[in-house]
């Protein structure tokens, strides 16, 4: 067990629809990542965020964002979903930016 | 500009045999390096990292990697393969120029031939 929560594990939605992911870092740590990994597009970063602010961003899509609150926990929202968007959403957690990280389980968004 | 390349998609080992799964890497800044482990339907796990200390980096299961400047790679080894061994292995490169860029490499899947 990483230390890291993400939650729901499993999501199934319609195209169109919206949905918010779920993430509780490691106690600790300030900084939190979001990635997305596809079977076509493999693991790719979108978001970091270290303290409640954005601290990095990769290839997140403007129907994508995210946020950290005051207590760390962060969440991803996905919006007018399209089944490309199908895909496995992790989150990882460091204690400070460039230090390694600690992933979750993983929530498993299928689009339909 | 920042990237990661794994040499190799696919590496079959016997079991007991060496493992080599190559990355390299670019970086305008001085990187981290990471190695991270995912089995099937599993979360990722870090195996080991460089941060500018050590050159040779030990980490868990008897894995090893070295980092050469030189020539820009971070090789993960292991100098014998056990069945609970394959997996899906990534190699990620992070840096801080302002704003952290971490960049994963596509993943090398292991196969381990009983």
């Known amino acids: 067990d990483s230390g890291v929560t993400q939650t729901p594990k499993h999501l199934i939605t319609a195209t169109g629809q919206r949905v918010t992911l779920r993430c509780s870092p490691r106690s600790g740590d300030l900084s939190v990542y979001w990635y997305q990994q596809s079977l076509d597009q493999g693991l790719q970063f979108l978001i970091q965020y270290y303290n409640g602010e954005e601290r990095a961003k990769g290839n997140i899509l403007e129907r994508f964002s995210a946020q950290q609150f005051p207590d760390l926990h962060s969440e991803l929202n996905l919006s007018s979903l399209e089944l490309g968007d199908s895909a496995l959403y992790f989150c990882?957690?460091?204690?400070?930016?460039?230090?390694?990280?600690?992933f979750g389980q993983g929530t498993r968004l299928t689009v339909v | 500009a920042q990237s990661v390349t794994q040499l190799d998609s696919h590496v079959s080992v016997s079991e007991g045999t060496p493992v080599l799964l190559r990355c390299n890497y670019s970086?305008?800044?001085?990187?981290?390096l990471f190695w991270y482990v995912q089995h099937p339907n599993k979360g990722l796990q870090l195996l080991l990292k460089?941060?500018?200390?050590?050159?040779l980096v030990k980490g868990i299961n008897g894995f090893e990697a070295e980092f050469k400047k030189s020539e820009t790679s971070f090789h993960l080894t292991k100098p014998s393969a056990h069945m609970s061994d394959a997996a899906e292995y990534f190699c990620?490169?992070?840096?801080?120029?302002?704003?952290?860029?971490?960049?994963f490499g596509t993943g090398t899947k292991l196969q381990v031939i009983p």
């Open positions: 460089y941060t500018s200390a050590a050159t």
């Open positions: 970086s305008s800044y001085s990187p981290s």
């Open positions: 990882a957690s460091s204690v400070r930016p460039n230090t390694e990280a600690f």
């Open positions: 990620v490169v992070s840096s801080l120029g302002g704003y952290q860029k971490v960049t």
